[in-house]
């Protein structure tokens, strides 16, 4: 089990190193960093290549378009930044799990166990399989689409864990009613309003300056649901199914 004193670290393997310690500084994750809520280490594939040319990709055997990630840099990185034999290694690829909250929780409670999730940022055609069965324990996708590079990917998923963490937000309870949340039933999140009272001939409803929060609760989650049935009914299917 984790230590209450350790700090988590989550460790990103990259082609790219630069592109991902930029957004790794930067606001909330960059905070949670200097606050000592996480550790992030980046490190280049390249540094594992084994000739002068730093080569970490190849034309596929049997051929077909599109280079493919060699296994012998990937294993070998994964192996020298790996603390524990047991840890969480992911590999970012459209053929993965789809990344979503409830997969943002599992691995939340991951990191909080062993203190430790590493990232593979995928690359090209795709990664040699072996590299597969050799290393990776979990693959993610976080949409039906394909990138340049699955550093995005890792940043993405980095990114909802962290802020997950407790006491990285200011307000936790912020996060615990975001849209996907148990709190919004999964579904998506309210309007919402702030100062001007009036901006262009808009207004605010008034019942969120009426100071009874009961009734603002009711319109939040009534707001909430009706957001939900417009934009992403899909949301509400086993509502819907419960009510037939």
């Known amino acids: 089990m984790s230590s209450p004193d350790k ?34 280490e980046v490190t280049d594939i390249r540094s594992f290549s084994v000739d002068k040319h730093r080569t970490v990709d190849d034309s596929a055997y049997g051929g077909g378009a599109g280079m493919i990630m060699m ?8 192996e020298a930044v790996r603390v524990r034999e047991d840890a969480t290694v992911i590999l970012t ?18 990191l909080r166990d062993k203190d430790e999730l590493i990232l593979i940022c995928g690359h090209y055609k795709g990664l040699d399989e072996r590299a597969l069965q050799l290393v990776v324990n979990r693959e993610i996708s976080i949409g039906d689409y394909v990138l340049t590079g699955g550093e995005l990917p890792a940043l993405v998923i980095a990114d909802a864990i962290v802020r997950r963490i407790d006491g ?37 409803p008034e019942v969120l300056l009426s100071g ?3 009734n603002i609760e009711k319109w939040r989650r ?19 199914q419960d009510k037939s």
């Not at 296994?71 to 994964?78: D, K, R």
């Not at 979503?100 to 409670?109: I, K, N, S, V």
């Not at 936790?172 to 309003?193: I, K, M, V």
């Not at 009534?222 to 819907?240: C, F, H, N, S």
């Open 168 to 204: 990285v937000l200011h307000n936790g309870d912020s996060a615990a009613s975001d849209s996907f949340t148990e709190q919004r039933d999964g579904g998506l999140d309210c309007a919402w309003y702030t100062k001007p009272p009036e901006f262009r001939g808009l207004g605010i």
């Open 222 to 240: 009534e707001q909430a649901i009706q957001r939900t049935r417009e934009r992403r009914p899909d949301l509400l299917e086993d509502e819907d």
């Open 7 to 40: 700090v988590p670290v989550i460790r990103i393997l990259t082609l790219f190193p630069e592109m991902v310690k930029a957004v790794l500084d930067t606001s909330i994750m960059g905070r949670a960093q200097r606050q000592g809520q996480v550790i992030f």
């Open 93 to 110: 690829t459209p053929q993965g799990e789809t990344f979503d909250e409830a997969l943002t929780l599992d691995l939340l409670d991951e």
């Open 212 to 214: 009874h929060h009961a």
């Open 71 to 78: 296994a012998p840099p990937v294993v070998e990185a994964v």
